[in-house]
């Protein structure tokens, strides 16, 4: 079955501290992973995305990913979180081309202390 | 210069009122989608449009039923609203062509069904 775990539903870090939130997943074909982040209120944004190549791929905002395919995981990293990064983040696995069905993880909320 | 809006961004009827709700895109993309969002995050996709055809039909119930009157226009429609219906609705779009594409969402509409 295909299905996307992230299981971290709720992360508190103080502002300047680095933040790795974990995502797995379970999928049949190759496949395409994505991080999107929601601001309160706000629709979904594309955080960064893997293909293929590089296991280590760089977003916008500051953040990265890295693909472990033995693993079946796809962590989001930032060295050092801003109060601005607080917000809801999901993770998603698709087939990348075609008509590209995402299936979304629950999401994990990040809020950020002063 | 909005690449995916939605109208309207709110939305309160009562129960067993028809409401629809619009989607339109200006990113020249072929593929457009309908996700829900329940009231724990979660997303999970309703329909997905590919040059005003249905590709995706995720076993949403009949009430709901999305038009695509042109590639850049996804709209949809629910008939006899249920309390259960309460959720954010999200547009997305992509290209198709090429592969590796990522999907861009609009704001979203939160529907309130009282």
């Known amino acids: 079955a295909q299905s996307v775990t992230q299981p971290d539903i709720h992360i508190t870090v103080s502002e300047g501290a680095s933040l790795e939130l974990r995502c797995n997943y379970s999928?049949?074909?190759?496949?395409?992973l994505f991080w999107y982040v929601q601001s309160p209120g706000q629709g979904l944004q594309l955080l960064l995305k893997?293909?293929?190549?590089?296991?280590l791929v760089q977003g916008i905002k500051g953040f990265e990913a890295e693909f472990k395919r033995s693993q079946s995981s796809f962590n989001l990293r930032k060295p050092s979180v801003h109060w601005s990064d607080a917000a809801e983040y999901f993770c998603?696995?698709?087939?990348?081309?075609?008509?590209?069905?995402?299936?979304f993880g629950a999401g994990t909320r990040l809020a950020v202390h002063p | 210069d909005t690449a995916v809006s939605q109208t309207p961004k709110y939305l309160v009827t009562q129960m067993g009122n028809d409401k629809s709700i619009k989607c339109e895109q200006n990113?020249?993309?072929?593929?457009m989608y309908w996700y829900k969002q329940d009231s724990k995050k979660f997303l999970k996709i309703m329909f997905s449009?590919?040059?005003?055809?249905?590709?995706i039909n995720e076993t949403v119930p009949n009430r709901f039923s999305p038009k695509s009157p042109d590639k850049a226009h996804l709209n949809l429609h629910i008939n006899s609203l249920e309390l259960g219906d309460s959720a954010v609705y999200f547009c997305?779009?992509?290209?198709?062509?090429?592969?590796?594409?990522?999907?861009?969402f609009g704001p979203g509409t939160r529907l309130t069904v009282l």
């Open positions: 997305a779009s992509s290209r198709t062509s090429g592969g590796r594409n990522e999907q861009f």
């Open positions: 999928y049949g074909a190759t496949p395409y």
């Open positions: 893997y293909f293929s190549g590089d296991t």
């Open positions: 998603a696995v698709g087939p990348g081309g075609g008509y590209n069905k995402l299936i």
């Open positions: 990113l020249g993309h072929d593929t």
């Open positions: 449009y590919n040059n005003k055809e249905l590709i």
